[in-house]
Every structure is written in structure tokens, then in C-alpha cells.
């Protein structure tokens, strides 16, 4: 049996321990292989930690993949060559090293081919309305915000102050989440597709 190991950080554990699973599924369906062969792949999921203290005991043949845009992750993808490169999302390795990772945001028309492209591929996410991006492309509103609220301290309106704080504080809150929940589709998408068109690639190398 072939062994597998997945080396991740915390942000993007949640999306190792997902490939984890869809490695142990049993889904080949008569005679096809689905993925990976049934019963053939090990995997194990370690952190940066984990990986660090044991790596100079790791052969040169074991399998080793890396998710996430980390530190460990760009030092691994310096050399290795891509063989999925879309909307943000990336495959690639060299020899027994592997890297996937998400290291774009989407615009709107991005998100949009994105979607279409999941489904292409029998993957269906909830597109979320488009307001999600009113924030996500509103850099420019935030620091007009900002200018503004530098006016009123100026002028000693405390009272608009506030409120513009409250204003500023919102519109940043909602970027943040509206960049996270597109980024989990993204994530989500990329460990289907390495399972599903590349993992197998990558293990007979």
C-alpha cells in the first residue's frame, strides 16, 4: 500500500482532513476507478509542526503534499510545476513533492467563470448573491471612508466620528468574510479536483 503524507496549517486543516476522506471513500464504481484506486492510499495529516520535527527522518521516495499558502508551502513550490493553475487555485509538484493552495481572490466576473467551472466538473456550490462582492472590490470606499473620518476629527464632529468608525468597522468586517467564504468554495473545489484528476498522477511518479 502506498502512503500519503498531507502537511498543513491550521487555516487549511479542515480542507487536508476533507481529502483524507474522499481518499478513504470507497467510490470506484464497476471496475472504474474513481480518484484513487479503493484501499490502495495511506494518508496521514500532519501540521507544520509535526512535519518539521520529523522531516529529517523522511526518505526521498515518501509522498509528501502540501496544502495551503504558507512559508513550507512557497519554499516547496519554488521548482515544481503547475498542472492546474485557475481562478486562484493550484496543483503542481516535483518528483515526491506536491503543493495545492488558493493564493487569489475573485473579482465578480472571476467568481462568476469559477461557478460555471464547478459545474462543469459535477460540483455544485451555492452561489452566493452577487452583493458579496460590494465590499470584497470596495478597497477605494474604505479609504475614501477613511479620508473622511479624518475631516471630522478636524472639525471636532465627534459625533460623526463615531458613527464613521462604526461605518469604517462594518465595511472591513464584511471584505473579510466575503474574501473568506469565496476562498472555502475555492479550497473546497481545489481538493476535488486533486482527487479527482491528479492525485493519481502524483502517486505513480
Excluded at 151 to 171: Q, S
Aim: charged share 30%.
Amino acid at each position: 500500500m502506498k502512503k500519503l503524507i498531507i502537511v498543513c496549517d491550521s487555516k487549511v486543516e479542515q480542507y487536508a482532513n476533507y481529502l483524507r476522506q474522499l481518499i478513504s471513500a470507497n467510490d470506484d464504481k464497476d471496475g472504474e476507478i474513481v480518484g484513487v484506486k479503493d484501499g490502495e492510499l495511506e494518508v496521514v495529516v500532519w501540521n507544520e509542526k509535526q512535519y518539521i520535527t520529523n522531516a529529517p527522518t523522511l526518505s526521498s521516495s515518501q509522498h509528501i503534499l502540501f496544502v495551503g499558502n504558507n512559508d513550507i508551502t512557497k519554499k516547496e513550490s519554488i521548482n515544481v510545476k503547475y498542472v492546474y493553475n485557475i481562478y486562484g487555485m493550484k496543483i503542481g509538484w516535483l518528483g515526491k513533492r506536491a503543493v495545492a493552495y488558493v493564493d487569489k481572490n475573485l473579482n465578480e466576473i472571476e467568481y462568476n467563470n469559477f461557478i460555471e467551472e464547478c459545474k462543469e466538473n459535477g460540483y455544485e456550490l451555492e452561489k452566493y448573491d452577487i452583493d458579496i462582492f460590494k465590499n470584497v472590490e470596495g478597497d477605494d470606499k474604505i479609504s475614501s471612508l477613511t479620508g473622511e473620518l479624518m475631516t471630522e476629527v478636524g472639525k471636532g464632529n465627534f459625533l460623526d466620528v463615531f458613527n464613521k468608525v462604526k461605518d469604517l468597522g462594518k465595511k472591513s468586517i464584511d471584505t473579510l468574510v466575503n474574501k473568506n467564504k469565496i476562498m472555502e468554495q475555492q479550497y473546497k473545489f481545489l481538493v476535488y479536483m486533486l482527487y479527482l484528476k491528479h492525485l493519481n498522477n502524483f502517486m505513480e511518479n
